[in-house]
């Protein structure tokens, strides 16, 4: 059996080979609210960063719950924390990408949910749902960042 024999990229001078990367840094736009969601930062921990007319909210590390799933990686932060009131949680759909290389940058679409959990006020149940969302579509830009 012969075996074939592979010739290496040509990689000009001031070039470099181009090798497909996926996107570890997101800044989307929806409905009045921005995020950043940073896949690893310097120390090694994943950065968000949370803007509405309302608050702001950065999250790091453990604080940044990220779940893979079929559809892409849910990605969720706590807003407002449990309270009389309920909770108040964003979730973010990162979709998979590739990129061409360090540098390049992809227009993305992809969808944000606003969860507000409230609990029930009777220890008995009593058939309430208590969870409600507000789902919003979000635009913005994929890149690679070397950190």
Do not use: K, W
């Amino acid at each position: 059996m012969e075996q074939a024999i592979v010739e290496p990229a040509i990689v000009r001078p001031g070039e470099s080979p181009s090798t497909p990367l996926e996107p570890n840094q997101f800044e989307l736009l929806g409905r009045g609210i921005s995020i950043s969601f940073s896949r690893t930062s310097i120390t090694g921990d994943p950065l968000f960063h949370y803007r509405d007319a309302c608050r702001e909210v950065n999250a790091r590390g453990d604080d940044i719950r990220q779940v893979e799933t079929e559809i892409g990686t849910l990605v969720t932060v706590t807003l407002e924390p449990d309270a009389d009131a309920g909770s108040l949680l964003f979730s973010v759909l990162i979709p998979r990408a590739r990129l061409e290389g360090v540098g390049s940058e992809l227009r993305i679409s992809t969808e944000g949910i606003l969860t507000r959990s409230r609990f029930p006020f009777s220890p008995v149940p009593n058939n309430d749902q208590l969870q409600e969302y507000r789902s919003l579509t979000m635009t913005g830009q994929a890149s690679f960042v070397v950190s």
